[in-house]
């Protein structure tokens, strides 16, 4: 493959169309060229009678005849064989903090490099990449990105990681594992923000490729699952418990919707299930609802609400407990579990001061829970 040869000027120049945080966003043009979708065959599925197949790759489990494609709009039977069209056609590059995914206990040198495709296997109805989530790769402008390439545009923007963010990774598993095996030659971690909806054989071939992981738990009730989000609660908490126990670094994020999963007994619910699963050291973030997508008339969530969901978990013994989409809130901090000085100030997802030494409380020395 050749190497592209536009300058990083010509790159930064496209920036425009789809910009998200304080850093920056590339958006797709012409300069790789008008991609073509992808014609790589999927993996984890098999051929059932009538040149039906059935995906194996997430609990949809979908069943498709030749010229459908599946729930997540991104893998097509022709002809009874199973392809993955966004193999290579990312419609998302970005640089991003690692904070953002949220990390807060996963620091790097230097911000990641983010990529995502069209399609999830889910539908959040508070979706905030929508326009890309739930869409299929031929209503979305691609790029065209091997994986190679990929790794080129990481090291040349001196990241410190790949993310795989924004939309949901399971669906673009082909590519991001042939991603993965190239980050992991160049020494280059790999992040994966995911709802964990997915089947434990195709998870289990990722724990050795992918170095933390952000999970969204949705809500702890399944009402909710089944109406606003698409999928259900078990194939989450299986994937949860396989992450941990594989030792990878894990930070759960569960975004609070006012009347519709901020129940008292739900986030109780959710509280012990991770004290009980998973133990007191994970990372739990609380973040703020704002309306978008199909929940345009719900209210943004109460500071009070996400406040008292994070005092609950500090009360229940969790370590590490913080309040998203909320700049200023003391719970965008880290605190030294040991004796409670404020070990990492953030403002939002910034890091405005270290008050520790490689992971290490400067006031008591007590280790803390992550990669420093
Ligand atoms: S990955 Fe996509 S095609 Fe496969 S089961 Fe899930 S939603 Fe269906």
Redesign the pocket.
Known sequence: MEKTKETRRDFLKLAGSICFTGYFGLSPSSLFGKPELSEVEARFYEKISGGKVR?L??P???VRASGET???RV?ENVNGTYFTRVYGNPCVIAIDPVEKCPLFHYQLPTPAFSIATAGC?LFCHYCQNWAFSQKGPAETKNYSLTPAQVIDKALEYKSGAISFFYTEP??YIEYLIDIARRAKKVSLPCIMVTGGFINPEPLKELLPLIDAFTVGLKGFNNDFFREHIGGSLEPVLETLKIIHAAGKHLEIVTLLVPTLNDQPEAIKAEIEWIKANLGLSIPLHFTRFNPQYRLMQVPPTPASILDKARKEALNAGLQYVYTGNLPGHEGNHTYCPKCGKIVVERLSFRVLNNNHENGKCVNCGFSLHGKW
């Open positions: 995906c790759l997430c949809n489990f979908c599946g729930q997540c893998r296997n399971t669906i």
